[in-house]
């Protein structure tokens, strides 16, 4: 398929926010591939999301090894597709992946080794067929590995032209704060905190997004829409060709019954703002002083322009928050 990128791409539609006190600016709103790109779905939608997404100014792609599935099709997915659609591109992107989660069979084929990270690295830019990754992260924290260890990974992937800049995902507030100051001492930036955060899942207001405000690390939030059930998705039932109706989606259908009754009062709110939920959600992410960009996945070209209209309202007032908290229970000061 042919592909010309939009010549319009970089006229203000798309805000570019600086990632901490970094020299990087990311997109307010960056695609994930982890559903969507792998050797089960549709990968002409596949293809013509990523053409779509970069003209709407979205120039960061999350990948991680696991992602498919099966595990590492959406790397060698969107590789291919990289290579043949985005030439002369390459300085325009932002491609970022992940090792940490079960890759290969074996002691090292997960967690937080030295072995594990670089040879995982190795492997990811391979499927990307690219020669560096731009962001590269620790999955997840490894309880039984030295943070030393796998920050010393992450610092080589650096060192030896690998990766420009590194991250962390999934890191509790101190192993985070622990975490920036061991790169620091071996010269490198922690960039980036890559946590879950979405109007249900609060977890990094408490202490998390302090740390990274402090050090001036850039936080790039997960599953924003708590997997589409902070949109329209399942407000009338579960369809079948949902992330919760599909056999390999991650979405559980108990998730969706148990928080339906909130996500229809929350709708209400988003109505009465003139957006819809998935613009709410959206927009109540990207209000946080500590967050970079909402990092947003998308099954269909429609899907993905839907989200990216949430930059048109991104203000709250007092009242919106405080109503917005009742029904998802977070008791509030102030
Ligand atoms: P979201 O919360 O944005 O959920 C995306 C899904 O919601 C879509 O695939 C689609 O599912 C549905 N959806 C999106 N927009 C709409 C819409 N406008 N209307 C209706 N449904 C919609 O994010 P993800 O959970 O996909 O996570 C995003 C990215 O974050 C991942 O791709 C990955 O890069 C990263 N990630 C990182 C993790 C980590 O541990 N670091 C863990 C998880 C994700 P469908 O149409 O199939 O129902």
């Known amino acids: ?70 595990a590492g099709s959406a790397e060698r997915n969107a590789g291919q597709i990289l290579k043949e659609d985005f030439q002369g591109l390459r300085d325009e992107l932002i491609i970022s992946s992940k090792a940490g989660y079960h890759m290969w069979d074996g002691p090292y084929g997960e967690w937080g080794s030295r072995k594990n990270l670089l040879s995982s690295l190795d492997q990811s830019l391979d499927r990307l067929q690219l020669d560096y990754v731009d962001i590269f992260y620790s999955h997840r924290p490894d309880p039984e590995t030295p943070l030393e260890e796998t920050m010393g990974a992450l610092a080589t992937a650096v060192q030896n032209g690998k990766a420009l800049y590194v991250g962390i995902s999934n890191y509790p507030a101190e192993m985070a704060s622990e975490a920036y100051d061991i790169l620091q001492s071996m010269g490198v930036r922690c960039l980036i905190h890559q946590p879950r955060y979405n109007l249900f899942d609060r977890w990094i207001e408490d202490g998390l997004t302090d740390v990274l405000l402090d050090k001036g690390v850039g936080c790039i939030p997960f599953s924003p829409l708590a997997q589409g059930l902070l949109t329209g998705r399942y407000i009338e039932g579960i369809p079948a060709d949902s992330r919760a109706g599909k056999e390999h989606g991650f979405l559980q259908q108990d998730a969706v019954t148990e928080k339906i009754a909130q996500v229809q009062r929350l709708n209400v709110i988003a109505e009465q703002r003139g957006q819809s939920l998935a613009h709410m959600a959206l927009a109540w992410i990207l209000r946080h002083p500590a967050v970079t960009s909402a990092l947003i996945g998308a099954s269909s070209v429609k899907q993905l322009e839907e989200n990216v209209r949430c930059l048109d309202n991104l203000a709250f007032s007092k009242e919106e928050i405080k109503a917005i908290d009742d029904i998802v229970n977070v008791s509030v000061e102030g």
């Open 1 to 70: 398929m042919n592909y010309t990128p939009d010549p319009d791409r970089y006229d203000g539609r798309m805000p570019y926010r600086r990632c901490g006190k970094s020299g990087l600016k990311l997109p307010a709103i960056s695609l994930g591939f982890w559903h969507n790109f792998g050797d089960v779905d549709d990968l002409d939608e596949s293809r013509r999301i990523m053409h779509r997404a970069f003209d709407l100014g979205i120039t960061h792609f999350d990948f991680a090894n696991n992602y498919g599935p099966p």
